[in-house]
């Protein structure tokens, strides 16, 4: 059987919506609720760099807060953050750092962008043994919009995703069950990075074969990064994508029988007005990836 979760969201006027962003980076928004509705008003593990607009006392709140705050401070270690992510942000190139399993010094490069950052945490979702916060990231080069999963492993607590971003959905009801929720966190990141934020980042949630589809034949520069498709001309595409999207919202998730494939049914909210979008992901192992997005 299928597992149809409907997610409601509130219908954006476009002329309002234009640059989605604006309505939550420009001022503070109210504290949004968690999974079952219900806000609590007690904070954990308070950081300068760390603000809670919806603030719970769970232990991997707590955690979530610390790791944002080694972040900001520029003394987050490597292995804070899963392997997998490591090796997504910072993907290694010489025999060095295969062995290592990430490049240090693009992982540094990386980290920099987030340094001296306050991030405004506004809502906070949970599935499986993750915690996904998200909210207003504030840095010396101004405000945007910033999303970050924290997986419990072998390892502890992890950043297993962190992003920034100009755009982000609307607001919006979450499915109900973990693999529901899952599908969406990892949609709205995709739709995040595609619409208004790093394209490259958005890539690498997306299966091989969507990029070798859409991007077609790899460069030599490509070849040189071991990517298998041509990452200029897929930036192209995905830029495409999201001309003219001030914003966005998830309608509906589906999850196939198998619990290996899903579709996330979209809402885009344009200056010449809303239309559909859909976004199928696959689990070939123990992440989903986006297989195919049709506008």
Known sequence: MFDRTKVVSKPVIPGIAAVVCALVLGCDSKPATNGSGTTVNTNVSLKPSVVNNNPTTSQPR????????????????????TERFLSLIAPP???????????????????????????????????????????????????????????????????SWLHRSDRMASEVKLPSG??????????????????????????????????????????????????TYDFGFLNQKMASWGRGVTGYSITLVTIDATGKQATAAIKLYQEGGNSDATIQLEKPAESWLVSNFKK
């Open 93 to 159: 190139t010489s025999q060095a750092e295969k062995t290592a399993g990430y490049s240090a010094t693009d992982l540094s490069i990386w980290l920099s962008r987030f340094e001296k950052a306050k991030f405004v945490v506004n809502e906070e979702n949970t599935f499986a043994k993750t915690i996904a916060l998200h909210g207003r990231v504030e840095l010396p080069s101004g405000k945007s919009a910033f999303t970050v999963h924290v997986t419990q492993g072998a390892k502890g607590y992890q950043i």
């Open 62 to 81: 707590g955690e979530a807060n610390n790791l944002l705050d080694l972040i900001s401070k520029g003394t987050a270690k490597p292995e804070q953050f």
């Open 178 to 227: 973990d693999t529901s929720i899952e599908v969406f966190e990892i949609s709205r990141c995709f739709l995040d990075l595609t619409f208004g934020g790093d394209r490259l980042q958005a890539q690498q949630l997306m299966s091989n074969s969507f990029k070798e589809r859409e991007g077609g034949a790899p460069t030599a520069a490509d070849m040189a990064v071991g990517r």
